[in-house]
């Protein structure tokens, strides 16, 4: 489990800019946007003409629920923001970035929700009013709530919960009154394929469906969530087990968020863990990482590796890859937000044999089964963009994203993972 690009792209701009006014343009794909190529839905039955059986409906603006209609209306929206100034980035097509001399603007666009930011009041209500007279845009005042997430301004940062959407979850599943647990998995977690089929599996997948977006803002639900959803095609008896759990410890913590503390030190820091041969069934890996922008969590991922690992050093270092692949993708982001990193990305790992690697430009016989991860690590750290170091266990954070623990050493982690109470 990992979030996706646009939760991501809003914790960056939150962290780097300064008042965040919010817009909602209103029925915009209705009125405002013009398809390039005309939909052609078939009449309705009153409306067929005997000598034309075959006709059919050429529609002048775009519908909801056109297949077309959110792809059209993103390109109206775009090619106007560019003639506005804005400039879309390469690595998140629904960010835009615009720069006027020393200010700067970061427009987020999510099919018709908007989040406008930028270093000076005059410049947002100058972008504001232009889109007004493009669109029907209806302005929000300061960001509170946007794709389920709800903004709460707090000391140096914000917090960002899904608390409404977390009770929607357990009302959904009939646990509301629930007794509340204190991990959403046990230190023995790893489960098979074995066991009782269960009797409504439609219900299982709906339910283990909705907790991947939950992990936006509770990243200690990424490794439970990942077991949940692994076995969706044929649950059975012991994986509604665990999905009762994971909803029981949701129901405990629906007032917890993330936390984002504003840092004046942009630097890039990622925490990578792997739990060798973790899978009873297949003995696949299952790796993990948490990057760190300053002080704040920013990306993390939970996920099985996609083969078998021969050792632990090279399941190990599978999970370097991967952080080392996300660190990139953040730097380049932040360089395109002007906001660019010039130190080298720390990438900690618990494996010495990892570490011992990243560096060795000797190829041996323990590294050929991952010869294209060793030239992607190898290079970035010859280029001085990445360094690997090593870290114990203790202090491993990403060794929640990887397999159950304690209920001491999970709340340990958990408050690493900036997840705190809503009320801080």
Same mark, same amino acid.
């Given at each position: 489990?990992?979030?996706?690009?646009?939760p991501? @792209?809003?914790?960056?701009?939150?962290?780097?800019?300064?008042?965040?006014?919010?817009?909602?343009?209103?029925?915009?794909?209705?009125?405002c +946007?013009?398809?390039?190529?005309?939909?052609?839905?078939?009449l309705?039955?009153?409306?067929?003409?005997?000598?034309?059986?075959?006709?059919v409906?050429?529609?002048?603006?775009?519908?909801y629920?056109?297949?077309?209609?959110?792809?059209?209306?993103?390109?109206?929206?775009?090619d106007?923001?560019?003639?506005?100034?804005?400039?879309?980035?390469?690595?998140?097509?629904?960010?835009?970035?615009?720069?006027?001399?020393?200010?700067?603007?970061?427009?987020l666009?999510?099919?018709?929700d908007?989040?406008?930011?930028?270093?000076?009041?005059?410049?947002?209500?100058?972008i504001?009013?232009?889109?007004?007279?493009?669109?029907?845009?209806?302005?929000?005042?300061?960001?509170?709530?946007?794709?389920?997430?709800?903004? $709460?301004r707090?000391?140096?940062?914000?917090?960002?919960?899904?608390q409404?959407?977390?009770?929607?979850?357990?009302?959904?599943?009939?646990?509301?009154? +629930?007794?509340?647990?204190?991990?959403?998995?046990?230190?023995?977690?790893?489960?098979?394929?074995?066991?009782?089929?269960?009797?409504?599996?439609?219900?299982?997948?709906?339910?283990?469906?909705?907790?991947?977006?939950?992990?936006?803002?509770?990243?200690?639900?990424?490794?439970a969530?990942?077991?949940?959803?692994?076995?969706?095609?044929?649950? /059975?008896?012991?994986?509604?087990?665990?999905?009762?759990?994971?909803?029981?410890?949701? /129901?405990?913590?629906?007032?917890?968020?993330?936390?984002?503390?504003?840092?004046?030190d942009?630097?890039?820091?990622?925490? @990578?863990d792997?739990?060798?041969?973790?899978?009873?069934?297949?003995?696949?890996?299952?790796?993990?990482? +948490?990057?760190?922008?300053?002080?704040?969590?920013?990306?993390w991922? @939970?996920?099985?590796?996609?083969?078998?690992?021969?050792?632990?050093? &090279?399941?190990?270092?599978?999970?370097?890859?991967?952080?080392?692949?996300e660190?990139?993708?953040?730097?380049?982001?932040?360089? &395109?937000?002007?906001?660019?990193?010039?130190?080298?990305?720390?990438?900690? +790992?618990?494996?010495?044999?990892a570490?011992?690697?990243?560096?060795?430009?000797?190829?041996?016989? /323990?590294? $050929?089964?991952?010869?294209?991860?060793?030239?992607?690590?190898?290079? /970035?750290?010859?280029?001085?963009?990445l360094?690997?170091?090593?870290?114990?266990?203790?202090e491993?954070?990403?060794?929640?994203?990887?397999?159950?623990?304690?209920?001491?050493?999970?709340?340990a982690?958990? @408050?690493?993972?900036?997840?705190?109470?809503?009320n801080?």
């Open positions: 489990m990992e979030p996706p690009p646009s991501i @792209s809003l914790c960056l701009i939150l962290l780097v800019s300064l008042p965040q006014p919010s817009l909602a343009s209103g029925d915009a794909v209705l009125h +946007c013009s398809l390039r190529c005309s939909p052609l839905p078939p309705v039955a009153d409306f067929v003409d005997p000598e034309h059986p075959n006709a409906c050429l529609l002048d603006k775009s519908l629920g056109l297949r077309q209609a959110p792809r059209a209306w993103f390109t109206r929206f775009a106007y923001a560019i003639k506005l100034g804005f400039n879309p980035t390469r690595s998140d097509a629904s960010l835009f970035v615009l720069r006027r001399g020393h200010d700067i603007a970061y427009l666009l999510y099919v018709d908007i989040v406008l930011t930028g270093s000076s009041p005059a410049l947002l209500q100058d504001i009013q232009r889109l007004k007279l493009e669109f029907a845009v209806k302005d929000l005042g300061d960001l509170r709530f946007f794709l389920g997430i709800d903004v $709460k707090i000391a140096e940062g914000f917090c960002l919960s899904q409404r959407y977390a009770e929607d979850i357990l009302e959904r599943a009939g646990m509301t009154n +629930c007794k509340p647990a204190t991990t959403p998995i046990d230190a023995k977690g790893k489960l098979s394929t074995d066991g009782p089929v269960i009797d409504d599996a439609k219900t299982y997948r709906s339910l283990a469906g909705a907790l991947p977006y939950l992990t936006v803002t509770r990243p200690g639900l990424a490794f969530v990942q077991q949940a959803c692994l076995h969706m095609h044929d649950p /059975r008896a012991t994986h509604l087990a665990l999905l009762k759990r994971i909803l029981r410890y949701v /129901r405990g913590t629906t007032t917890m968020g993330l936390y984002l503390r504003g840092s004046v942009l630097t890039v820091t990622a925490y @990578s792997a739990d060798w041969a973790g899978c009873p069934d297949t003995r696949r890996s299952t790796s993990g990482f +948490c990057v760190y922008l300053g002080d704040a969590l920013v990306s991922s @939970s996920k099985r590796q996609p083969t078998v690992s021969r050792s632990s050093a &090279e399941a190990e270092y599978r999970a370097v890859a991967n952080a080392a692949a660190c990139i993708w953040l730097r380049q982001l932040l360089g &395109e937000l002007h906001c660019g990193v010039t130190k080298a990305t720390v990438t900690y +790992c618990d494996n010495d044999s570490v011992y690697m990243s560096a060795n430009p000797i190829h041996h016989k /323990r590294t $050929k089964h991952i010869e294209l991860d060793i030239h992607f690590v190898r290079e /970035r750290v010859q280029m001085g963009d360094r690997v170091l090593h870290v114990p266990t203790g491993q954070y990403a060794d929640v994203m990887t397999k159950g623990l304690s209920t001491a050493a999970f709340e982690f958990r @408050s690493s993972l900036c997840v705190v109470p809503m801080v």
